[in-house]
């Protein structure tokens, strides 16, 4: 059994406040026994504007951001999956919305840039995330002691083919900061389908409450079993929920419905 854990923030405009209340979550993570932990979409920073974290883009490996992550892997020992930060892209006003892994000796092991970028128009709520964020490219996994771990960003969710194509994954995780409004709607749903879809776990760390730009996001961060089942949530508001990763429930899944076998396509 591995114990797995999500942290669920209400990230503010400042970055030193982020990463204050971060290392506070992930050692609460780390407390219960955790020993893989993901933190949320833009957990570093919601800026007032999506321009801001333009100004707080980092180059890969280096910078306060991926300094506070490195130290929180292997100062509580644990595979740290980095929610997103922004870092430096080759197009000017643009960042790169990346995850980063990190293993327990503090070691940067796996990288995913998120590829599909939110967009939404409906009364007066609107987003584009491909104002200021390059897409990504690559479809990106890391393998952990209990299997392999798929890489997702929030609105990756609606795109099944994606997850297709981690191949045979024991635990996906899906960092985000899903909108009150179309997480209401989708959140949960879609999270339920890609654990049964793909028979394994998924782990989803949420924004969850009212930001300081206005923002409200869904939180609901959870951990659902191949089953589909939701083991724990918490819906709005910071804090950490926490659960197992059972291989064995995950192998009867398997062998019970072979769906992985006998796809076509």
Wanted: hydrophobic share 40%; proline share 5%; with cysteine.
């Amino acid at each position: 059994m591995t114990r797995v854990a999500a942290v669920q923030m209400v990230s503010t405009p400042d970055v030193g406040h982020n990463l204050a209340t971060a290392r506070r979550l992930v050692g609460e993570a780390a407390a219960l026994g955790a020993t893989l932990v993901t933190l949320p979409e833009y957990w570093p920073i919601m800026g007032m504007s999506d321009t801001d974290k333009v100004r707080q883009a980092e180059p890969e490996g280096a910078g306060p951001i991926q300094d506070c992550m490195r130290l929180l892997a292997r100062e509580h020992g644990i595979w740290l999956i980095g929610g997103t930060l922004p870092l430096v892209s080759n197009e000017s006003g643009k960042v790169l919305n990346t995850t980063l892994v990190y293993d327990p000796q503090g070691e940067s092991i796996g990288r995913y840039d998120k590829i599909h970028l939110f967009g939404f128009n409906k009364g007066t709520e609107s987003y584009d995330e491909a104002r200021t964020i390059v897409p990504g490219e690559a479809v990106s996994s890391f393998e952990a002691p209990f299997g392999r771990v798929g890489l997702s960003v929030c609105y990756d969710l609606r795109f099944p083919e994606l997850y297709r194509a981690m191949g045979e994954c024991a635990l996906i995780v899906v960092p985000a900061a899903f909108t009150h409004t179309t997480g209401s709607a989708h959140w949960e749903v879609l999270l339920r389908a890609r654990a049964i879809e793909n028979q394994c776990y998924v782990l989803a760390s949420a924004q969850g409450g009212t930001h300081a730009n206005g923002r409200r996001t869904f939180g609901h961060s959870m951990l659902i079993d191949p089953w589909g089942e939701v083991k724990t949530v918490l819906r709005e508001g910071e804090g950490v929920v926490s659960g197992e990763l059972d291989p064995a429930f995950l192998a009867s899944v398997r062998e019970s419905l072979p769906a992985l076998r006998h796809r076509k396509m």
